[in-house]
């Protein structure tokens, strides 16, 4: 089986419908088979695999310019907006390719000297199917015995390797390099910033309402306030709206800023945003002190 990441495409042309299949794809395949039998390719026979897949879904192949159906506009501002040019891309390594991917900006890029130490993967062969060969496509690692998988192991192998980077992620950005790599994203508002009018803009931090995989998606934690939201993201819209036209650039940048849907809560986990504040304890911004005070004709409106 050889992998191309060569092509068009970004994650938010990937429809619905097939992140759904490939979802239920991989539920099914976990029902079938114990996790102590998921490791079903030797470690010797591992294949060359160069493609990855979304949470529920199978990824793009690898950025280029692909044509875009939408108005002129949307054509402008996306390629002011894209994630590398596909020159840039060819010579990247897996996990700078999946980090750069649309909709996937939350992922910070995790050393490959930490994936390769076992000690760091502690128990997750368990858990993830496919173990093996989904640890070859994350590291670039060269095989040759891929040309047997279907189309179905395939996709079971790209959902694999997004699986297993996500629950790799979640422990590194909890060790010193990861939360300086967390850091930069952080300052960069590559979170976002807390929707709360009187947060005036604070920035926010990924965090899980669980550690348990597939249970929720991920949400943005604001240090101010101290409440979750639902993140926002300006390349979501084309999963809702494909080919549409804008009247203007406002309305696109409206277009797109749409909610994260897909990306898994586990992969960022309940503990990074609090422990991240007690290590860089200079971020943590005072609690807001004005409060949305709720009138009707002037009036404060009595609260029994």
Not at 205 to 216: A, E, K, N, T
Request: with cysteine.
């Amino acid at each position: 089986m050889h992998w191309n990441r060569g092509g068009s495409g970004s994650k938010v042309e990937i429809g619905a419908a097939d992140r759904k299949r490939f979802g239920d794809s991989l539920d099914n395949h976990l029902e079938k088979s114990p996790p102590t039998a998921l490791r079903v390719m030797d470690l010797k026979e591992k294949d060359r695999l160069s493609v990855p897949s979304t949470s529920s879904g199978k990824q793009p192949e690898h950025p280029s310019l692909s044509n875009n159906k939408c108005s002129d506009e949307e054509s402008e501002t996306d390629s002011e907006e894209s994630d590398v040019s596909g020159s840039d891309m060819e010579d990247s390594s897996w996990i700078s390719w999946f980090c750069n991917l649309r909709g996937n900006e939350f992922f910070c890029e995790v050393d490959d000297d930490y994936i390769q130490d076992d000690f760091n993967l502690c128990e997750l062969s368990n858990q993830v199917p496919y173990y093996d060969y989904a640890l070859d496509l994350i590291l670039d690692v060269e095989s040759s015995h891929g040309d047997t998988f279907t189309e179905e192991e395939n996709e079971m192998v790209e959902s694999a390797a997004e699986m297993l980077y996500g629950m790799i992620h979640v422990r590194y950005i909890l060790t010193s390099k990861g939360m300086a790599a967390m850091l930069e994203k952080f300052k960069n508002y590559d979170f976002g910033r807390c929707p709360r009018v009187y947060c005036s803009g604070q920035p926010c931090l990924p965090v899980g309402q669980s550690d348990i995989p597939r249970s929720s998606t991920v949400k943005v934690y604001c240090p101010k306030c101290e409440d979750i939201y639902y993140p926002r993201s300006k390349y979501q819209g084309s999963i809702l709206f494909p080919s549409c036209k804008f009247h203007n650039k406002w309305s696109l940048h409206l277009f797109k800023s749409l909610t994260l849907l897909d990306i898994d809560g586990a992969y960022f986990g309940t503990t990074f945003p609090h422990l991240f504040l007690m290590t860089y304890g200079h971020l943590k911004p005072q609690k807001p002190s004005q409060k949305y005070i709720p009138r009707v004709f002037g009036y404060k409106i009595h609260r029994p």
